[in-house]
């Protein structure tokens, strides 16, 4: 190799290998990574301002995540809480209720598969929407 030619090095960044095991030796690497910049390493720091914006480590949505994002997506239906950015109140009955039809559903088929806390965080959502649901309906029946 000429002295010229800078060195080429080839990291396999899959997460899982090819038998579909995790793959642990990239683990290792990105736990030396965060340890070397937690230590203030040089060599991070001067990464992270020559290279383009470091991303946001990608973090797996939990069902626990997903049922309180449904939630707020139906408080916002049912005019409970503003859309975010605009601030605007709005209503969507129809909207609301096949949303909470579907975290219902998705209570029922999830039976016996969820932890603890998932179990208490569902079995405690959907009968409070659905009652929120019935009283905003009652609300507009009145007007």
């Given at each position: 190799?000429?002295?010229?030619?800078?060195?080429?090095?080839i990291?396999?960044?899959?997460r899982?290998?090819?038998?579909?095991d995790?793959?642990?030796?990239?683990?290792?690497i990105?736990e030396?990574?965060?340890?070397e910049?937690k230590?203030?390493?040089?060599?991070c720091?001067?990464?992270?301002?020559?290279?383009?914006?470091q991303?946001e480590?990608y973090?797996?949505?939990?069902?626990?995540?997903?049922?309180?994002?449904?939630?707020?997506?139906?408080?916002?239906m049912?005019?409970?809480i503003?859309v975010?950015?605009?601030?605007?109140i709005?209503?969507?009955?129809d909207?609301?209720?096949?949303?909470?039809?579907?975290?219902?559903?998705?209570s029922k088929?999830?039976v016996?598969?969820r932890?603890?806390?998932?179990?208490r965080?569902?079995?405690?959502?959907?009968?409070?929407?659905q009652?929120?649901f019935v009283?905003?309906?009652n609300?507009?029946k009145?007007?």
């Amino acid at each position: 190799m000429d002295s010229k030619d800078p060195e080429i090095k080839i990291v396999d960044k899959r997460r899982f290998n090819s038998d579909g095991d995790k793959n642990e030796l990239q683990d290792k690497i990105k736990e030396e990574k965060r340890e070397e910049c937690k230590g203030g390493s040089k060599t991070c720091s001067s990464k992270k301002k020559d290279s383009e914006p470091q991303k946001e480590e990608y973090r797996e949505v939990t069902f626990s995540d997903f049922v309180m994002s449904l939630s707020t997506q139906i408080l916002t239906m049912l005019g409970e809480i503003p859309v975010p950015g605009t601030n605007e109140i709005s209503v969507n009955l129809d909207a609301a209720k096949q949303s909470i039809d579907i975290l219902d559903m998705l209570s029922k088929k999830t039976v016996n598969n969820r932890t603890q806390e998932e179990d208490r965080l569902i079995t405690e959502i959907v009968p409070s929407l659905q009652m929120a649901f019935v009283k905003k309906v009652n609300e507009l029946k009145k007007r």
